[in-house]
């Protein structure tokens, strides 16, 4: 687990609702129609993001959304179709996974979160029991298909970033 400084970035792909998950709680079916999709594909080889996939999770303090699609610089906007989430820069807490590939973003929802947080609780970092009264409620994960390397990671509010100090 690292600790660092990150700076602010573009989420730029599909927003999917609650409502929109599989009975498996997954969103394999979304993220395979982005997959399939060519203005998707077409965005990302245009943009030299052909090795990269993210997504992000925006918790609420009743609900979420999830996104799929690319993390990229503040600067890079989205084509019509796609839709942009602005991330702060912030302090995260991230954990670095090899091996991983695109089925990591089919895998439950219900599962993957809480595993993250309770090893990042391990690793002492403090965080809010409902991420969505969390100023920064976001937890993103971020593979490169070249490197097969997944990070997930979790925005720290100025709050949590005092008491794990």
């Not at 990229?72 to 991230?94: H, R, T, W, Y």
């Not at 298909?145 to 979790?154: G, H, R, S, V």
Request: proline residues 5%; aromatic residues 12%.
């Amino acid at each position: 687990m690292k600790k660092e400084k990150y700076s602010a970035h573009n989420f730029i792909g599909k927003v999917f609702m609650p409502n929109q998950i599989d009975e498996n709680k997954t969103y394999t079916i979304a993220i395979q129609e982005m997959e399939n999709d060519p203005v998707f594909q077409k965005f990302i080889k245009d943009n030299g993001y052909e090795n990269e996939r993210a997504s992000l999770v925006v918790f609420g303090p009743e609900n979420f959304m999830f996104w799929y699609g690319i993390l990229a610089d503040d600067k890079q906007m989205p084509v019509a179709g796609l839709n942009k989430f602005e991330l702060p820069a912030s302090e995260i807490a991230e954990i670095d996974t090899p091996y991983s590939n695109l089925a990591f973003f089919s895998q439950p929802l219900n599962f993957v979160i809480p595993t993250f947080l309770d090893k990042l609780s391990k690793d002492g970092i403090t965080m809010y029991e409902n991420l969505g009264d969390s100023e920064k409620p976001y937890v993103l994960a971020k593979l490169n298909l070249e490197t097969k390397e997944l990070a997930q990671i979790l925005y720290l509010d100025a709050s949590s970033e005092e008491n794990s100090k």
